[in-house]
């Protein structure tokens, strides 16, 4: 680090010495709480939706009700009640202790911050889809797109799954966004052109998190955006799970005896004699 460097830091340091600033809001006692310039009482509460706030509180910006709701959908896709799935299946071991609620809900939120599942795959769909979009708009083809990257070993985010052929939550999102009225964007239609061209060339298409991707891409999210938005994605299936563990006897969830167990180390042996003094 350079020293000018330092000095540029060690100034805004100070200036932020003893005091909070915030361009989020914030609650001034006796007029309002504020956020991002409107009231919450008054302007927000009974008008907007949950996810309407979530959006706000994370891009500053308020999203209209469809967006709001296709966002809330899509949160669905991602909270599946069935305590296999790696998130999930932490916050039942943790009911199954009779953990809290807040520290079970928060490791199994926390398990699915991966890069094969849950929130953590969005960077890497999105980053995929819109460089994919700037390529072919330069005129490149698919053929050249996903040769090169599967020549160069890299795979295609948001494309195949790793235990089921095809995904039904592109075919439900992509029903809910016609609903809404949401024309196709050119990232949602790049995605679906790639996922015909693997469809027919090696029997994969997209999934979820490229269809999600490309369709939040023509909304106007960044990347920031959508990792901070998913944070909670998983969460509901994560509440389901820890719930129905919690409500059995302690240990129920996947108990094991000790046979249950087979053992490869070192056999039985004495432990070492305490030498004398």
């Known amino acids: ?63 209209n009700d469809k967006v709001a709701t296709w966002l809330e959908n899509c949160f669905s896709c991602l909270s ?37 599942y849950g929130p953590g795959v969005i960077t890497h769909c999105l980053g995929f889809i819109q460089q994919a979009r700037q390529d072919v708009d330069q005129g490149k083809s698919l053929f050249d797109i996903i040769q090169k990257r599967q020549g160069n070993t890299l795979s295609l985010p948001g494309y195949a799954r790793p235990i089921a052929k095809g995904d039904e939550r592109v075919t439900a999102m992509y029903r809910l966004s016609r609903k809404l009225g949401f024309d196709i964007g050119p990232h949602e239609a790049l995605a679906m052109e790639i996922s015909e061209y693997l469809t027919q060339e090696e029997g994969e298409s997209i999934n979820f998190g490229g269809y999600m991707a490309a369709f939040l891409a023509d909304q106007g999210f960044s990347n920031p ?53």
């Open 1 to 63: 680090m350079s020293s000018n460097k330092r000095s540029s830091n060690w100034q805004d340091w100070d200036q932020q010495r003893n005091k909070i600033t915030s361009s989020k809001g914030g609650w001034k006692i006796g007029e309002a709480v504020y956020n991002h310039g409107y009231s919450m009482m008054d302007d927000l509460i009974g008008q907007i939706s949950w996810f309407q706030l979530l959006v706000l509180n994370t891009t500053g910006r308020l999203p």
């Open 80 to 116: 599946w009640p069935d305590s296999r799935i790696w998130c999930n299946q932490v916050a039942a071991l943790a009911g199954s202790t009779k953990a809290r609620p807040v520290a079970a809900v928060t490791a199994g939120i926390q398990a699915s911050d991966a890069l094969l």
């Open 225 to 277: 955006d959508l990792s901070r938005l998913m944070a909670l994605w998983v969460s509901a299936g994560v509440q389901a799970c820890y719930a129905e563990a919690a409500d059995n006897p302690a240990g129920y969830y996947l108990p094991l005896q000790c046979q249950d167990i087979t053992y490869t180390g070192a056999p039985p042996r004495p432990l070492p004699k305490k030498p004398e003094r």
